[in-house]
């Protein structure tokens, strides 16, 4: 087999993008309690006992959650290798308003929150200890950048009253 370093000519075409997530989790029906019931995902398909597919809108799956290797286990080391976070793209600002005052109203609670320049963010954990970045892209024409005109995204403090303001 070639090394694969040897062909770094090769780029992931334009249109690409990552389809859906996969967990493992300890407990379908907890985490349904996050993702159907708090995040509003729609279940479109299920095996029972094992599986769960949810999506958002017409498509077959964006989140699926499965026990086959976990069921029952404790969530993964924080400081091993692994997922960081899984994301979720809202639509616009106002969409990103009203999760976020749907999360408060639970009591849900957040593990950060920032403005990086392209998008602002809310960060959570799932009840298995799995990452949530929920987030929307600000227009293209408002991403920061430097002199040359490359891209210079940041963290900075949410403007998370700001944010409730909407709608």
């Not at 989790?25 to 995902?41: N, P, T």
């Not at 095996?47 to 769960?52: F, L, N, R, S």
């Not at 290797?69 to 600002?93: D, Q, V, W």
Request: proline share 7%.
């Amino acid at each position: 087999m070639k090394n694969p370093t040897e062909s770094l000519a090769y780029r992931a075409p334009d249109g690409t993008r990552i389809g859906h997530v996969h967990l493992k989790v300890s407990d379908l029906e907890r985490a349904l309690k996050f993702y159907r019931d708090l995040l509003g995902f729609r279940v479109t398909d299920r095996i029972e006992g094992q599986a769960v597919f949810l999506a958002s809108g017409n498509y077959h799956h964006h989140i699926a959650l499965n026990t086959w290797y976990s069921k029952g286990a404790e969530p993964a080391p924080r400081r091993s290798a692994g997922l960081f976070h899984l994301a979720i793209c809202y639509p616009n600002r106002a969409d990103l308003a009203a999760i976020y005052r749907r999360l408060l109203q639970a009591g849900y609670p957040l593990s950060g929150a920032a403005d990086h320049g392209v998008s602002e963010a809310l960060y959570l954990d799932d009840p298995d200890g799995n990452g949530v970045e929920l987030y929307w892209d600000r227009p293209r024409d408002q991403w920061p950048t430097d002199p040359q005109g490359g891209l210079k995204m940041y963290t900075r403090p949410l403007d998370s009253e700001g944010l409730l303001e909407l709608g």
